[in-house]
């Protein structure tokens, strides 16, 4: 963009290297219109994922965190790898999409980078299909498969996804295969006063009983588990032997039951908003109760059943200054914009939460200046699933800062309003 008619160009086309570092602007075109700007790593690697894949995720490797992690690309230099390294190897086997390894990621890459010369911590990308062989070979079912090598072979795989680097480093001073776990007792054997419902007694059981609080379950729910002392206790108090021992019978104005969430009815009652949903039924009236998660509130509401208190309105159906964008007008809007600040959230997340009062608060200094915008958008909507790829999200919240609709950087400061 140095002479007349080159600036000419660059002018129409919005670009302007001379405000960047290197004096360089990458922009990517789709279907002849300005798509987003090449923010990546600049090596043939990283340039041809990204034409391959514009709104993929950046390569783990661009990383700079990532530097000693040793990461592999094609089945010839993982074998080439086992062959000649004589130190003890990990080799995480992942996918670009999974939430698990991205939360690993930086702790395995602390790992690395703490035992570089005494150990070799290895990365590689499996969730291509040419990569089946090496998938049946070591097991790969799920991402990520962590296996453990020693002069080339294989010994066993490493489980514990929830690794520190301290963890590592001491689990490989005395590598030991994985421990097999005892199978976990069924809910509805163990002993205690919560009624287990089947598909089989489900509709009996509900005619039979004015009122039942019933919780859908599934095994694995981490949520579940959380719950179920609270329900348990709950259930005894108003049931079980501490019931009767009060009050010589158990509580009858409810009951307390459970449905696992596998079963035909588990899946398909109109009470299931998730798999924790805890329901209501009192003849036709059927009310979700997500509030209910501790034994004085279940006890409480059982003694006082009413229905659950409107749901809080959405952010973005409230009155404030910051702009909700969608995929389709994210670009044209940000365009306008000589700074625009946008928070990619996701409603369920904490931190969001946490994050949109001080964010709002912003928004609202700063209303009367129309070059000036802070926006919004929420990535946990289907049409926005794209965008936020699109434009680097990886976790949430995710602040970026844009000029003129272009991406300047993302910001990784302070989250109060200041």
């Not at 003694?303 to 959405?314: D, K, S």
């Not at 049409?383 to 790829?389: G, M, V």
Request: charged share 30%; net charge negative.
């Amino acid at each position: 963009c140095s002479d007349a008619e080159s600036r000419k160009v660059c002018k129409k086309m919005k670009a302007d290297p001379n405000s960047k570092e290197k004096g360089v602007e990458l922009l990517h075109y789709k279907d002849g219109a300005f798509h987003t700007e090449y923010n990546r790593a600049v090596t043939l690697k990283s340039v041809v994922a990204f034409l391959k894949d514009p709104e993929g995720a950046p390569l783990w490797e661009e990383d700079p965190e990532a530097k000693d992690v040793v990461h592999v690309d094609s089945e010839k230099e993982f074998r080439r790898l086992l062959k000649k390294e004589e130190r003890p190897l990990l080799m995480m086997f992942y996918a670009p999409w999974c939430g698990v390894c991205k939360r690993m990621m930086p702790s395995y890459q602390q790992a690395a980078t703490e035992l570089k010369g005494t150990y070799v911590l290895a990365g590689m990308n499996v969730h291509s299909a040419e990569f089946e062989k090496i998938k049946e070979e070591y097991n790969v079912r799920g991402y990520p498969t962590i296996c453990y090598f020693e002069k080339g072979k294989f010994l066993f795989h490493y489980e514990n996804y929830g690794a520190t680097a301290k963890d590592i480093a001491e689990w490989l001073q005395n590598p030991q295969p994985p421990q097999p776990q005892a199978p976990e007792t069924p809910w509805a054997d163990e002993e205690n006063a919560v009624y287990h419902l089947t598909d089989e007694d489900f509709d009996k059981f509900i005619k039979e009983h004015s009122s039942v609080l019933v919780m859908f379950h599934a095994p694995w729910c981490g949520h579940c588990k959380k719950m179920k002392p609270e329900y348990e206790t709950a259930a005894e108090m108003l049931h079980g032997a501490r019931c009767r021992r009060k009050y010589g019978r158990p509580y009858r104005r409810g009951r307390i039951a459970v449905l696992e969430a596998s079963t035909d009815q588990g899946m398909d009652s109109e009470l299931v908003g998730g798999l924790e949903t805890t329901g209501f039924q009192d003849g036709e009236e059927k009310y979700t109760l997500p509030q209910l998660r501790t034994k004085k509130k279940i006890i409480d509401w059982l003694q006082n059943p009413q229905a659950p208190p409107p749901p809080e309105p959405a952010w973005e159906e409230k009155l404030t200054n910051v702009i909700h964008l969608a995929g389709e007008d994210f670009r044209e809007s940000l365009k306008k914009k000589k700074h625009a600040l946008v928070m990619f959230y996701a409603p369920w997340c904490p931190h969001c939460k946490n994050s949109i009062p001080h964010f709002t608060t912003a928004a609202e200094l700063f209303k009367e200046d129309r070059k000036i915008a802070y926006a919004a958008v929420d990535c946990a909507k289907e049409q926005n699933h794209d965008l936020c790829k699109q434009e680097g999200v990886d976790g949430y919240p995710t602040f970026n800062y844009y000029n003129y609709g272009k991406f300047v950087e993302k910001y990784n400061g302070e989250r109060g309003v200041s």
